[in-house]
Nanobody, 115 residues
Framework: QVQLVESGGGMVQPGGSLRLSCVAS????????MAWYRQAPGKERELVAS???????YYTEFVKGRFTISRENVDSTMYLRMNNLRPDDTAIYYC?????????WGQGTRVTVSS
């Protein structure tokens, strides 16, 4: 039974920071490319960042320089450090473990950036 559990979301003011966590179980975590996606109200789900099994990282343009993705394989945990948050970052953030055809998904953690 594969399970991905996100945590760390909440409400912050613009310019604030949060660190999201995704704890995985039921899979060989160190072998998977992992990723963070997000879905804002009324918008499609989109890729935010990914990290491969060898810790190569990729970011979408709108988070470059502000977000940092990382992983700790001994704890089967992936992180997303988010700095200088903006209102447009408001979304539900989802953890993904890459596997065909669909991969594995967590339930999401809500991030709200508002004054």
């Amino acid at each position: 039974q594969v399970q991905l559990v996100e945590s760390g979301g909440g409400m912050v003011q613009p310019g604030g920071s949060l660190r999201l966590s995704c704890v995985a179980s039921g899979l060989m975590f160190s072998l998977y490319t992992m990723a963070w996606y997000r879905q804002a109200p009324g918008k499609e789900r989109e890729l935010v960042a990914s990290i491969t099994s060898t810790s190569d990282t990729y970011y979408t343009e709108f988070v470059k320089g502000r977000f940092t993705i990382s992983r700790e394989n001994v704890d089967s945990t992936m992180y997303l450090r988010m700095n200088n948050l903006r209102p447009d970052d408001t979304a539900i953030y989802y953890c993904n473990a890459a596997e065909r055809p669909r991969g594995y998904w967590g339930q999401g953690t809500r991030v709200t950036v508002s004054s």
